[in-house]
């Protein structure tokens, strides 16, 4: 099935069923997302910025977005952030459609992407390119969009 990419907030179509399967899982992330929108924390409106959702058949089944990193001081750097794909379409290459989108034109406001990923996750981005860190508070993974001459 064709999937469609569209930016999205937490008000749009499917977002509710999607956020209930990801807290039934055991994850966080888009009660966090919806949370921090409503408060005026994160709308995903700065420069560089953006929510997105991915959609099969007109049915939400992933969101991924992507901040200027809030944990660094260092300028140029991105954030992915509430990524989370539905159970039924993973494994199908949902996720790495959706971090490709995510990604496209990245590169014109951040030189490097840093996530923190769940360990179940981690073989998902490395096998994105992201590389594994160690030590970092609140980052497992990075991805470099600049290359260096």
């Known amino acids: 099935m ?12 499917g977002f509710g069923p999607l956020k209930s399967q990801s807290i039934a899982g055991g994850f966080n992330m888009l009660r966090r997302l919806e949370e921090n929108w409503l408060s005026g ?5 700065r420069p560089g910025e953006k929510l997105m959702g991915a959609y ?12 200027i990193d809030p944990f660094v001081p260092e300028t140029g ?5 509430h990524f989370y794909i539905d159970r039924e379409w993973r494994n199908r290459r949902t996720g790495s459609r959706l971090l490709s989108e995510i990604l496209r034109d990245a590169d014109r406001w951040f030189d490097r992407i840093n996530t923190n990923a769940p360990l179940s996750a ?5 096998q994105a390119g992201f590389v594994a860190l160690s030590g970092r508070d609140k980052v497992t993974h990075q991805f470099c969009l600049s290359h260096p001459a």
């Open 56 to 67: 099969a058949g007109g049915l939400m089944v992933g969101v991924c977005g992507l901040n």
């Open 2 to 13: 064709d999937i469609q990419f569209a930016k999205i907030t937490p008000d749009s179509t």
């Open 41 to 45: 924390h994160n709308r995903f409106d």
């Open 77 to 81: 750097i991105g954030r992915l952030r």
């Open 122 to 126: 981690f073989a998902f981005y490395e």
